[in-house]
Nanobody, 117 residues
Framework: QVQLVESGGGLVQAGESLRLTCTAATKNFVYYDMGWYRQAPGKQRDLVATITSEGDTNYADFAKGRFTISRDNTKNAAYLQMNSLIPEDTAVYYC???????????WGQGTQVTVSS
């Protein structure tokens, strides 16, 4: 099991940047694939980006070129650097963890990101 805590959300203007942090409470962080998802009001939860235990990354089309996912195994942390934010990025952003060869998704409580025009 792993407990996840997101931080770094807030209110910013369009064009600005934000960096989200996901801290994982586990002794086996290196064995987890990590991901960021987001859910806007009235919308389903969508994948933003993922990073495997080996460091391979994948991005949703809307995130390519603007967002960067990374991880620091020495700090049990995953990050999402968001640049050139637009109002459409407004959502609750959730951290996700899945152990390699595991079947259970672990979720944080989310952090609100609001981008004004």
């Amino acid at each position: 099991q792993v407990q996840l805590v997101e931080s770094g959300g807030g209110l910013v203007q369009a064009g600005e940047s934000l960096r989200l942090t996901c801290t994982a409470a586990t002794k086996n962080f290196v064995y987890y694939d990590m991901g960021w998802y987001r859910q806007a009001p009235g919308k389903q939860r969508d994948l933003v980006a993922t990073i495997t235990s080996e460091g391979d990354t994948n991005y949703a089309d809307f995130a390519k070129g603007r967002f960067t996912i990374s991880r620091d195994n020495t700090k049990n942390a995953a990050y999402l650097q968001m640049n050139s934010l637009i109002p459409e990025d407004t959502a609750v952003y959730y951290c996700n963890a899945v152990r390699v060869k595991g079947l259970v998704d672990h979720w944080g409580q989310g952090t609100q990101v609001t981008v004004s025009s």
